[in-house]
């Protein structure tokens, strides 16, 4: 279990896509700091200067400038970051077998689809919090 300040990251560029992550860790896990960033320069910008690493982060692979792949992949040369926890996640329609095969490749801990649903993110984000914090 998280204890004092763990936090998750959340890297979308989609507001509302951060709103509704927001919404489901503070539903399930009201104790999870969350912090959003608009980007993959600002998220490897942020973490560079933290002196406490987040829980996990959640990355979005479909960003305009540094994509998640460029994110995780300029991450994962940093072993730093090695014990951090990256959980990928794109829209369902832009999935394929290859962007899953490549984000765990580049050392992406877990990937998964966006739900469509906000009973579907909860699900998810117990998921991951069950999983992954423990």
Not at 5 to 32: E, G, L
Not at 56 to 68: E, F, S
Not at 88 to 93: E, I, M, R
Request: hydrophobic share 45%.
């Amino acid at each position: 279990m998280f204890s004092g300040m763990a936090s998750v990251w959340i890297v979308d560029d989609d507001p509302d896509d951060q709103s509704f992550m927001k919404a489901a860790f503070t539903s399930i896990r009201p104790d999870i700091q969350i912090m959003a960033l608009d980007d993959g320069e600002t998220f490897l910008s942020r973490i560079a200067q933290t002196r406490t690493l987040p829980k996990i982060v959640l990355l979005d692979l479909n960003m305009p400038g540094i994509t998640g792949f460029d994110t995780l992949k300029r991450l994962r040369s940093n072993h730093s970051y090695d014990d951090l926890t990256i959980v990928v996640l794109t829209a369902f329609s832009m999935a394929t077998t290859t962007d899953r095969n490549q984000a765990l490749a580049l050392g992406a801990n877990q990937f998964y689809t966006k739900p469509n649903t906000y009973k579907d993110l909860l699900a998810l984000i117990k998921t991951i919090t069950v999983h992954l914090c423990d």
